[in-house]
């Protein structure tokens, strides 16, 4: 498999050269660039993708569009559609310098995507990576869209939402509501084969081996999001709020199988897992930008969120009886950042101040009744600089801070610090070099401090640790994009990232050496480290585009869970465009990784989608078949090995089952037509504490 898309590449590459430059036409200035007759070309800081009319009518969200344009320097999911960049760091999405969700964007006034790394301009809050979406700008007027998506075979999944916004000179209002509703919750679930090092009477060990195997699933999933917002943009300032409501509910989640424990149980039983949740959310966030004509820019943005949580497990087997857990969870988040910036000729200079706090209260009730009390209060200061001179482009920052976490009596201060590095150099608009890196130190997530001790099977109970470290990461990442041509575009890359003190789960015998405590622990270091090249080549008037992305991938952890690994992964894309008409066909081998956490090595199976559509700007109309040839339900293969316990899971669902869906999106406007960017959708809520959650 290595050596065939390694000559892929090669073949790619060399078609490349025959590009002809008399395409280009290209008018190039860097800073203000402009280009024309180019549709992908270097600025500093960034790559700029123009899409085509036949992309644009083809993607049925601006995430889809990112998928059609290509973008090398990123990779969307297909099946979530979440973006992330080539070494799978999260890239934020805006739409006219404003940050958005990229699901409301109506494709077909997309002018332009820009792709930038830590770009100076403060309006993008200071993020690291990227996605802006620009849009035509409008005076008054609205528009709706209506989507509705339905997918079969691996049980039912439908999704249908509405937007809607107006607007009037100065003010925008935007409404967003969905309902998302599947059965497919019904072929979830996982067999496992563990040993267990345990003691008997005397302190004597044995290993005892448990196997639990699945024979029928079921249960359904809901969610109803709801979305206002308000924004007044004016010359000089500009200030939106929104407030977001969630209800989302997983009901009557079975999972029914048999449970074997040799030498504990002298046959095999019956095994049963039924659990229920259900999560309510209010979320507010706001913000506020002023500037001024000698350069001062000055910002705000916070954020209020109350989530209560409600869920229980009853897990019952021969060995165990019945095992109840019930959870009652309450989260209160605040966010509060503000900033200043300057520019001074090529340079800037900027201060961010931030504060936050988390508090948690969870109750556990059932057979390990537990109440717990977290609470996170942070306080940091950023300092930035930028330096923009010909071709070269540098940001740095550097933030202290200070946080606190006390979990019912325990309480830790300590010190943290994030940092910084962008620097790129853009020698012309077919050339891009650049180089990213980040150290961090900060805290942990509530779950992972909680000193409540949970029963989860017949051998294992789980907790947290209140006195763990904060480890210190380090992220480096080199790229460089090449554009010759409209006709072939290239991203090489390198990235190293390793996690210092690292929490890992740690087993320990518990209950007088009747079972097993999972715990986690500050132990070792984790490295991994990739080299990946992404590749997109378009033929026959843009008619045809074709990408690869072969990425040999490298982990390595030492301390408990030590484990070396090496896989390789590629993913590969082809869409032809006819028309209104469009098909496409999608590849990627199953992921191979390994979780520092919890030290499994996975191993999933490969996914395979072909799907095919038509639209005209206001209807998109669409169908596909995932995996159309696979007949089972298991999705990968975890296994880790230790001292005192091992494990082999495999991981049913229906992600690489077969599976059909169909969907449309219908979108009309009313009145003058509008800014449309910034659209609502739903806020974030709080961080839970609760375990499953």
């Not at 229906?654 to 659209?679: C, L, M, P, Q, W």
Request: charged share 20%.
């Amino acid at each position: 498999m290595r050596k065939v898309f390694l000559l892929i590449t090669f073949i790619l590459i060399h078609i490349s050269v025959y590009a002809t430059e008399s395409t280009d036409s290209a008018a190039t200035t860097l800073g203000e660039v402009v280009v024309k007759g180019k549709r992908q070309y270097a600025i500093d800081g960034g790559v700029v993708y123009i899409p085509t009319r036949n992309e644009k009518k083809a993607a049925r969200n601006a995430q889809d569009l990112l998928r059609h344009i290509g973008i090398t320097q990123i990779d969307v999911d297909p099946q979530s559609f979440s973006v992330k960049t080539l070494a799978g760091k999260d890239v934020q999405i805006f739409v006219n310098g404003v940050k958005s969700d990229p699901e409301s964007v109506w494709t077909m006034e997309v002018k332009r995507v820009e792709y930038l790394v830590a770009p100076p301009d403060p309006k993008f809050l200071g993020a690291q990576y990227v996605i802006n979406y620009i849009v035509e700008k409008y005076r008054y007027g609205g528009y709706t869209r209506l989507s509705l998506q339905e997918a079969f075979l691996a049980g039912l999944d439908s999704r249908a939402g509405i937007f809607s916004r107006f607007a009037y000179r100065s003010m925008t209002f935007d409404l967003y509501a969905s309902a998302a509703n599947s059965a497919a919750a019904k072929h979830r679930g996982s067999s496992t084969e563990e040993t267990y090092s345990l003691t008997g009477d005397g302190g004597a060990p044995f290993l005892a081996e448990r196997r639990e195997s699945l024979s029928g699933r079921k249960g359904r999933a809901d969610r109803y999001p709801l979305t206002f917002s308000a924004m007044y943009s004016g010359a000089r300032c500009s200030a939106r709020n929104s407030v977001s409501f969630n209800f989302a509910e997983r009901k009557d989640h079975r999972e029914d199988g048999t449970v074997s424990l040799w030498p504990l149980l002298p046959e095999s039983g019956e095994s049963s897992r039924l659990s229920d949740s259900r999560g309510r959310s209010v979320s507010w966030y706001g913000d506020a930008f002023l500037w001024t004509d000698n350069g001062w820019h000055f910002g705000y943005n916070g954020s209020f969120a109350y989530d209560r949580n409600d869920g229980s497990t009853l897990y019952s087997s021969p060995y165990a009886g019945g095992i109840l857990t019930i959870s009652k969870e309450d989260v209160f988040d605040y966010r509060l950042h503000l900033m200043a910036n300057k520019s001074l000729g090529a340079h800037r200079i900027g201060l961010h101040l931030s504060g936050s706090n988390t508090n948690n209260r969870v109750v556990y009730s059932g057979t390990s009744p537990a109440k717990n009390s977290f609470s996170s209060p942070a306080l940091s200061a950023r300092f930035s600089y930028g330096l923009n001179i010909s071709r070269f482009n540098l940001s740095f920052d550097v933030a202290p801070g200070w946080e606190r976490s006390k979990v019912n009596n325990t309480v830790n201060s300590f010190f943290t610090l994030v940092s910084h590095l962008q620097a790129s150099f853009t020698p012309d608009s077919r050339n891009q070099f650049s180089l990213w890196a980040q150290a961090a130190k900060s805290g942990n997530s509530p779950a992972d401090n909680s000193e409540a001790v949970i029963r989860l099977n017949d051998l294992m109970y789980v907790s947290g640790n209140p006195h763990l470290k904060a480890p210190l990461h380090f992220d480096m990442n080199l790229s460089y994009s090449w554009i010759p041509s409209d006709m072939f575009t290239m991203t090489a890359y390198g990235s190293l990232a390793t996690v210092g003190d690292r929490i890992t789960a740690d087993f320990r015998r518990h209950d007088d050496g009747a079972a097993l405590l999972r715990t986690l622990v500050n132990s070792g270091r984790f490295t991994s480290a990739e080299i990946g090249v992404s590749l997109r080549l378009t033929l026959f008037g843009r008619r045809l585009r074709l990408s690869a992305t072969p990425v040999q991938k490298f982990y390595k952890s030492t301390g408990l869970n030590a484990m070396t690994y090496s896989p390789f992964a590629v993913k590969a894309n082809a869409y032809w465009y006819q028309g209104p008409f469009w098909a496409g066909l999608h590849y990627q081998n199953g992921d191979r990784s390994i979780d520092p956490r919890s030290g499994f090595r996975t191993k999933g199976r490969d996914y395979y989608q072909i799907s095919a559509g038509w639209g005209n700007g206001n209807w998109n109309v669409y169908a596909g078949a995932s995996n159309i040839f696979s007949r089972g339900w298991k999705e990968s293969v975890s296994e880790l090995s230790g001292e005192l316990y091992t494990c082999r899971r495999t991981t049913y669902g229906v992600s690489r089952h077969a599976s059909v869906f169909v969907g449309a999106t219908y979108t009309f406007g009313y009145g003058k037509k509008i800014d449309r960017h910034n659209e609502a959708k739903e806020n974030a809520g709080g961080q839970s504490a609760v375990y499953g959650l």
